[in-house]
């Protein structure tokens, strides 16, 4: 990944490791040692799949930029899709509590996205690339009158 998209990951990334940290703290007080493993695997969840999200994203802009939109917007649902068959799949479990992982969940991802607006909002990204490889002036090609 080229600096700039690390440097975006980071930015998202620890925000959302805080967030998670925090709703970790606050599960464990609330529902004990499940409540914490709880919010500690939705805090894991959320950064693994918005960080293949946005590299996925970053691949398509370079590749295939024309599709970059639509591409962000799908992947976004099928985010938020996943999420949702996460939270469905562990709703009755016993390893850990599940409200505690649902709320952590939403918490994080909100603030990944959050972190991730800000990111790119504060990033200086050039839309035209200088050709740094000639320093020289471009010839003159066509009529000069």
Known sequence: MPS???RILLQAA???AVVGALA???SAVVAGAEGAIGAVVATV????????GLYVLQRTAKTLPHLFQAMGLMLYAAQ???LFIFLA?????TLFNP??????????????IAAQARAHMKSKILYVEPDSTTGDKP???????
Do not use: C, Q, Y
């Open 4 to 6: 700039n998209d690390v």
């Open 14 to 16: 620890v925000p959302t």
């Open 24 to 26: 970790a703290l606050v």
């Open 45 to 52: 969840v959320v950064i693994l799949f918005m960080g293949i």
């Open 80 to 82: 938020i899709l996943l």
């Open 89 to 93: 799949a562990f709703k009755n479990t």
């Open 99 to 112: 409200r505690a992982f649902a709320l952590t969940l939403v918490a994080g991802t909100l603030a990944w």
């Open 139 to 145: 010839e003159k090609t066509g009529h000069s009158s």
